[in-house]
Every structure is written in structure tokens, then in C-alpha cells.
T-cell receptor, first 113, second 112 residues
Framework: EAQVTQNPRYLITVTGKKLTVTCSQN?????MSWYRQDPGLGLRQIYY???????DKGDVPEGYKVSRKEKRNFPLILESPSPNQTSLYFC????????????FGPGTRLTVL | AQSVTQLGSHVSVSEGALVLLRCNYS??????LFWYVQYPNQGLQLLLK??????LVKGINGFEAEFKKSETSFHLTKPSAHMSDAAEYFC??????????FGTGTRLKVLA
């Protein structure tokens, strides 16, 4: 089954404790992206990757890091989480450029205390 | 710079009534426009997209949207609402590169 998976689905952590949210897709997609969803703000793009070893900032990259060492994986790293990063995070992938359909993962709900 | 405005964060309709969810965009280049739906506790899935082939776009589950360049709009409609349509709907715009801008979402409630 074609899908985007994220782990963990739920995470509660404390300020400053490094964490990684994994994202994996099995569709051989070139493009992957991370979003955060907050009430009243919709989805905002954090980082995206056009291919292996090629990443760029979205609209809200502060406090996040990403890497793309393999085509299928695109982890999101929070080196020193803060409470304002409490949010619902989605990973998405697509074949290529901006007119292709994005396929979204199920989401990761992160709470930073 | 691109932007998307969704009018109405909450919309309620009766079952069987017309659904109209509004989306206006701003783009300095011909845009690609999308509507995604998010059911409770799930990720987003594509309803339909406009990629300049036809101004009236038909999507899944009976939804359609019309691209109106003069009005910079891409409103989503469905002739007859069903209880299963209750969800949050997001309009999004892309300029064909790798950046996407999403609207703030409209939560649709369908009344029995």
C-alpha cells in the first residue's frame, strides 16, 4: 500500500530535550515536506526537500532541522524543543514539482512542557 | 508573494443542501490551486486540483471547484451535502516550485 508513515504519532516531552520525528514514504517520491498545523493558522511549511541531500526552508524553519540522506526518509529534528513548538506535525511527499499531489502522513501530535 | 484566504472558519449546512466553501488567492504567477480535506484524526487528502487544463475541476466525492482568474477565486462546491462530508477543508496554492501556501481551513458541519 502506498503510504507516508510518521513516528511517533504522539509525543510529550520537556523543554530542551532533543527529539526526532521520523517520516518515510514508499512511493519513490522525489519531494518531501514538513508542515505544522495550529488552530486558526492552517498548515505552515517548515522545510522541504527536492531530492536526496537537497533541502530548503519553508515559512517557519526556526528551531527545526531536517536531513535527507535517503530518498524514502525525511526526519524532522528539534534540537532544543520549546513550548511554542507544541503542534500537530505532518509529513508529505509528492512526485515532483508544485502541481503534483501531495500525500500526507497521519500526523504527529507533539506537546512540549 | 503568494497567499490564500479562506472566508469562514466554520460553515454549517443541512444534509442535502448546497456546500460552498470560499477560497481567494494571490499570486504573481499563474497559480496551481488545490483543495484538501482532513477528516478527524487523519492526515490531509486531495479533493481536487487546478493545473490550468480546465477552469472547472471535478474532484472526489462529488466536489468541484471553478477557477476564476478575474475574481482570484477557487471556491469549492457540492450540490448536496452528506453527513460524511463533515471535515476540515484546506485551500492551497503553489507557484509551481516547491513551496506551498495553505489557507487557515474551513470546518464544515453537516446538520441532520
Amino acid at each position: 500500500e502506498a503510504q507516508v508513515t510518521q513516528n511517533p504519532r504522539y509525543l510529550i516531552t520537556v523543554t530542551g530535550k532533543k527529539l526526532t520525528v521520523t517520516c518515510s514514504q514508499n512511493m519513490n517520491h522525489e519531494y518531501m515536506s514538513w508542515y505544522r498545523q495550529d488552530p486558526g493558522l492552517g498548515l505552515r511549511q517548515i522545510y522541504y526537500s527536492m531530492n536526496v541531500e537537497v533541502t530548503d526552508k519553508g515559512d517557519v524553519p526556526e528551531g527545526y532541522k531536517v536531513s535527507r540522506k535517503e530518498k524514502r526518509n525525511f526526519p524532522l529534528i528539534l534540537e532544543s524543543p520549546s513550548p511554542n513548538q507544541t503542534s500537530l506535525y505532518f509529513c508529505a511527499s509528492s512526485r515532483g514539482t508544485g502541481f503534483d499531489t501531495q500525500y500526507f502522513g497521519p500526523g504527529t501530535r507533539l506537546t512540549v512542557l | 508573494a503568494q497567499s490564500v484566504t479562506q472566508l469562514g472558519s466554520h460553515v454549517s449546512v443541512s444534509e442535502g443542501a448546497l456546500v460552498l466553501l470560499r477560497c481567494n488567492y494571490s499570486s504573481s504567477v499563474p497559480p496551481y490551486l488545490f483543495w484538501y480535506v482532513q477528516y478527524p484524526n487523519q492526515g490531509l487528502q486531495l479533493l481536487l486540483k487546478y493545473t490550468s487544463a480546465a477552469t472547472l475541476v471535478k474532484g472526489i466525492n462529488g466536489f468541484e471547484a471553478e477557477f476564476k482568474k478575474s475574481e482570484t477565486s477557487f471556491h469549492l462546491t457540492k450540490p448536496s451535502a452528506h453527513m460524511s462530508d463533515a471535515a476540515e477543508y484546506f485551500c492551497a496554492v503553489s507557484d509551481g516550485t516547491y513551496k506551498y501556501i495553505f489557507g487557515t481551513g474551513t470546518r464544515l458541519k453537516v446538520l441532520a
